[in-house]
């Protein structure tokens, strides 16, 4: 099997990203809008190579004056990987969907879509809507996946 041919983007392995967003938590209404921001922990396992990942999201955020706590699933769906000759992909744009709960009852639902750069640097925009407190969370995320990137076995 030739390099280019093999799944690069997406494997049946798991992966661990440190995500970090910032942004603004609105009801597009009367009340000012409020500055969002924090730290995610986001593990996900390719289930369907090349295509889809599942996995769940943790983390801390600050907003309102407090610093609160968010978690649930979350899933990513491949769009398109960037082709890079025989490395496999330089990266890939993907859309990611979470269900998140908070620690001040928070409900969110959302997603995004992010750009990963040689599988190392994720950025990207999310919006979430809170069904709880009936307003929007729009955020830039950065990430950075954690952990050795595997070598690839060489066949002889």
Excluded: C
């Excluded at 960037?82 to 890939?92: Q, R, V």
């Amino acid at each position: 099997m030739q390099a280019s041919a093999q799944v690069t983007e997406f494997k049946k392995e798991g992966i661990l990203h440190l995500r970090i967003h910032n942004g603004m938590v609105t009801n597009f209404a009367e009340a000012p809008d409020l500055y969002v921001g924090g730290m995610q922990l986001a593990w996900q396992y390719g289930v369907v190579p090349g295509r889809i990942r599942l996995g769940a999201t943790g983390g801390i955020f600050y907003t309102n004056k407090q610093v609160q706590a968010l978690t649930g699933p979350t899933a990513s769906l491949l769009l398109k990987s960037f082709k890079a000759g025989e490395f496999g992909t330089a990266g890939n744009l993907h859309l990611s969907v979470e269900h998140l709960w908070g620690s001040e009852k928070q409900k969110l639902v959302g997603g995004g879509i992010h750009a990963d750069v040689l599988n190392k640097l994720v950025l990207g925009l999310t919006t979430h809507y809170d069904y709880e407190w009936e307003n929007w969370w729009i955020q830039t995320v950065i990430a950075i996946k954690l952990g050795k990137v595997k070598k690839p076995e060489r066949e002889f």
